[in-house]
């Protein structure tokens, strides 16, 4: 069982009198690599610098391995920090920006030589040692800032967005990478990020946050498939979020039918949130199910089309590698294991209806439309 490295204890801090975290308490293992994840605004941010000694809370501490470092500055904590924007010293190489800590801290220089030759062996940057930083891509300079962290030897490292300012492609590659040092190094990594799929790709465990509080703590399988309330469900994924009714144990109603599910403990009668995934639901033929509606729009994603259907009045998204026409009349099909239980929460109501996805697609299209005329009307005068 590995060990608590960081622990976060009734944690409250405030900007300009607002709020941003109340009785914060979160503990982190030995190795992990942990991702906070959530919205612009809700707290993830404040969480790491908190961790990192960048700010100061107003209540609560901040232990490291069960030693209290609430009051220590962030250069005598044994972690280090890369944030979004790498801070790589422009008038240094590669060799010599990896260096800099360590020669702050009065390490041999032989000893600085061999660990800047393993650092940028780790990040894939063997035979950029005399290059300058300017020179590199950004994906380059971002391993450079690893390796310059990683070369003090850090016990946990705190990565703020620093796949942010990436493209895709590289931001992807950049997700692969960084698991695989975390990996090999075995160090603690706190990860924060607003993207779904990076936290789910690359974490051991995700902590999602809304609000300046916890949603929920688990492994991306667990969060995934577990939600535990409408905003953890709709933050991550696309989900389809109904008023439910638990009739028994293993007995739902929702969508004005009852359904075999999985779940139990919820009492008689009594009033839920049921999540289903657009992947889980199969497309069958209206006369064959008891859920069906209207085609109101389809997007094609590459390796699915997304089809939003009005059932009664609901907007249902589905992904589906078969193509509907607009306007079809189709059946959605469930099993008992699509069907996932949530009780309700402050969420209730506020996600997981897609006629404002489709409304905002119309518009969109509306709008392209009208460009396009406007610049047709151009060209012919």
Same mark, same amino acid.
């Given at each position: 069982?590995? &060990?608590?490295v960081i622990?976060l204890?009734d944690?409250?801090?405030?900007?300009?009198?607002e709020q941003?975290?109340k +009785?914060?308490? =979160?503990?982190?293992?030995?190795?992990?690599?942990v991702?906070?994840?959530?919205?612009?605004?809700?707290?993830k941010?404040t969480v790491?610098?908190t961790?990192?000694?960048?700010v100061?809370?107003?209540?609560?501490?901040?232990?490291? $391995?069960?030693a209290?470092?609430t009051?220590?500055p962030?250069?005598k904590?044994?972690l280090?920090?890369?944030?979004?924007?790498?801070?790589?010293f422009?008038? =240094?190489?590669?060799?010599?920006?990896v260096?800099?800590?360590m020669?702050i801290k009065?390490?041999?220089?032989r000893?600085?030589?061999e660990m800047v030759?393993s650092?940028?062996?780790?990040v894939?940057?063997t035979?950029y040692?005399?290059?300058s930083?300017?020179?590199l891509s950004?994906?380059?300079?971002?391993r450079?800032?690893?390796?310059? @962290?990683l070369?003090?030897?850090?016990?946990? =490292?705190l990565?703020d967005?620093?796949?942010?300012?990436l493209?895709?492609?590289?931001r992807k590659?950049?997700q692969v990478?960084?698991?695989?040092?975390?990996?090999q190094?075995g160090?603690t990594?706190?990860?924060?990020?607003?993207?779904q799929?990076?936290? =789910?790709s690359?974490?051991?465990?995700?902590?999602?946050m809304d609000?300046?509080e916890i949603?929920?703590?688990?492994?991306?399988?667990?969060?995934?498939?577990?939600?535990?309330?409408?905003?953890?469900?709709?933050?991550i994924?696309?989900?389809?979020i109904?008023?439910g009714v638990?009739?028994e144990?293993f007995?739902?109603?929702?969508?004005?039918?009852?359904?075999?599910?999985?779940?139990?403990?919820?009492?008689? +009668?009594?009033?839920?949130?049921?999540?289903?995934?657009?992947?889980?639901?199969?497309?069958?033929?209206a006369?064959?199910?008891?859920?069906?509606g209207?085609?109101?729009?389809?997007?094609?994603?590459g390796?699915?089309?997304?089809?939003i259907?009005?059932v009664?009045g609901?907007?249902?998204m589905?992904?589906s590698?078969?193509?509907q026409e607009?306007? @079809?009349?189709?059946g959605?099909s469930?099993t008992?294991d699509?069907?996932?239980v949530?009780?309700? $929460?402050?969420?209730?109501? $506020?996600f997981?209806d897609?006629s404002?996805?489709s409304d905002e697609?119309?518009?969109?299209?509306i709008?392209e439309e009208?460009?396009?005329?406007? &610049?047709?009307?151009e060209?012919?005068?």
């Amino acid at each position: 069982m590995s &060990k608590t490295v960081i622990s976060l204890k009734d944690i409250t801090v405030s900007y300009d009198g607002e709020q941003v975290l109340k +009785n914060f308490n =979160l503990q982190i293992k030995d190795g992990e690599f942990v991702t906070l994840l959530g919205p612009s605004g809700c707290g993830k941010t404040t969480v790491l610098r908190t961790i990192g000694g960048f700010v100061a809370p107003e209540t609560g501490d901040v232990f490291f $391995s069960e030693a209290k470092i609430t009051d220590i500055p962030p250069h005598k904590r044994e972690l280090n920090t890369i944030f979004q924007k790498y801070a790589l010293f422009p008038h =240094l190489n590669v060799f010599n920006n990896v260096a800099f800590g360590m020669r702050i801290k009065g390490k041999k220089e032989r000893e600085v030589k061999e660990m800047v030759t393993s650092m940028l062996e780790l990040v894939n940057l063997t035979g950029y040692a005399h290059r300058s930083v300017s020179q590199l891509s950004g994906g380059q300079q971002q391993r450079v800032a690893i390796a310059r @962290a990683l070369a003090n030897e850090p016990k946990v =490292l705190l990565l703020d967005e620093p796949l942010g300012a990436l493209d895709l492609k590289l931001r992807k590659d950049m997700q692969v990478e960084l698991k695989k040092i975390q990996q090999q190094t075995g160090i603690t990594f706190i990860f924060v990020t607003h993207d779904q799929e990076e936290a =789910l790709s690359m974490s051991d465990t995700v902590v999602v946050m809304d609000k300046g509080e916890i949603q929920q703590i688990g492994t991306p399988t667990d969060i995934y498939n577990e939600p535990q309330n409408a905003f953890v469900a709709d933050f991550i994924g696309e989900s389809n979020i109904l008023d439910g009714v638990m009739l028994e144990d293993f007995k739902v109603r929702f969508a004005g039918h009852t359904f075999d599910c999985l779940d139990k403990g919820f009492g008689r +009668n009594q009033p839920v949130d049921v999540v289903i995934r657009p992947e889980d639901i199969d497309v069958i033929s209206a006369e064959n199910s008891q859920i069906n509606g209207e085609v109101t729009n389809i997007t094609f994603k590459g390796v699915h089309y997304e089809i939003i259907v009005d059932v009664a009045g609901f907007k249902w998204m589905i992904q589906s590698t078969d193509f509907q026409e607009v306007g @079809a009349k189709i059946g959605l099909s469930l099993t008992p294991d699509d069907i996932h239980v949530m009780k309700k $929460s402050e969420y209730s109501g $506020s996600f997981g209806d897609y006629s404002t996805f489709s409304d905002e697609m119309e518009e969109d299209m509306i709008l392209e439309e009208e460009a396009a005329e406007s &610049k047709e009307a151009e060209i012919e005068e």
